[in-house]
């Protein structure tokens, strides 16, 4: 089985931080992505990564970041943390044209 | 672009009772068509796709038909378990790795 861990399951961060969510993959998969998942407004695609050192924006770019040196992993950055990415993000990969597979999600809270 | 729009939930049943889960999409072109599915406290898993019209996805007693004249893909369960108590997606794409997700409907199940 294809297995996608995100390095935290909670945490808290103070406005204005610099925060680092990571998240690497045991299979050699191209692609990957993060998400952010917030009540009433489902999944929403902040960035993806389709080859080492590529990304593109998804929906909701504004106010992150990702770095992508290596294939396994795939960091997602708050360059300046605010209260309003406060949420649940979840990191996902795949192989070309097939479905996604999703680590367990990070509950980050921005005091 | 694709839109997906699901029910609102929450959702709550007795255990046995029949499931229908409504979804409907806008896409260009013919996409493909996917439930995932979230338990408490953990990330998506693929519940079910289907590729083209007319075609039946099924996993674990659940089904989705591809039904392009209504632009559809309900899902449905005859008899649900207290153990199906999750949070369901409804996905549409036109690729399996780049695909735009509903909402989100919250399915409670009574014992």
């Known amino acids: 089985d294809v297995k996608v861990t995100q390095s935290s399951r909670y945490l808290v961060k103070r406005t204005g931080e610099k925060v680092f969510l990571e998240c690497v993959q045991d299979?050699?998969?191209?692609?990957m992505f993060w998400y952010r998942q917030d009540p009433g407004l489902g999944l929403r695609l902040i960035y993806f990564?389709?080859?080492?050192?590529?990304?593109e924006k998804g929906d909701i770019p504004e106010g992150y970041s990702v770095s992508r040196e290596k294939k396994e992993r795939f960091s997602l950055i708050l360059e300046s943390a605010s209260t309003n990415q406060t949420s649940m993000y979840l990191c996902?990969?795949?192989?070309?044209?097939?479905?996604?597979?999703f680590g367990d999600g990070t509950r980050l809270s921005i005091l | 672009g694709n839109s997906v729009t699901q029910m609102e939930g929450p959702v709550t049943l007795s255990e046995e009772a029949f499931l229908t889960i409504n979804c409907t999409y806008t896409?260009?072109?013919?996409?493909?068509l996917f439930w995932y599915v979230q338990y408490p406290g953990e990330g998506l898993q693929l519940l079910l796709k289907?590729?083209?019209?007319?075609d039946k996805g099924s996993n674990k007693g659940f089904e989705a038909t591809y039904r392009k004249e209504t632009t559809s893909f309900h899902l449905e369960k005859g008899s649900v378990q207290v153990s199906d108590s999750a949070v369901y997606f409804c996905?549409?794409?036109?690729?399996?790795?780049?695909?735009?997700f509903g909402k989100g409907t919250r399915l409670h199940i009574l014992p």
């Open positions: 996902a990969n795949s192989l070309t044209d097939q479905p996604q597979h």
């Open positions: 299979m050699d998969h191209e692609n």
């Open positions: 990564s389709y080859d080492v050192k590529m990304k």
């Open positions: 896409a260009t072109g013919y996409p493909s």
């Open positions: 289907a590729t083209k019209a007319d």
């Open positions: 996905a549409a794409g036109n690729r399996d790795d780049k695909i735009i």
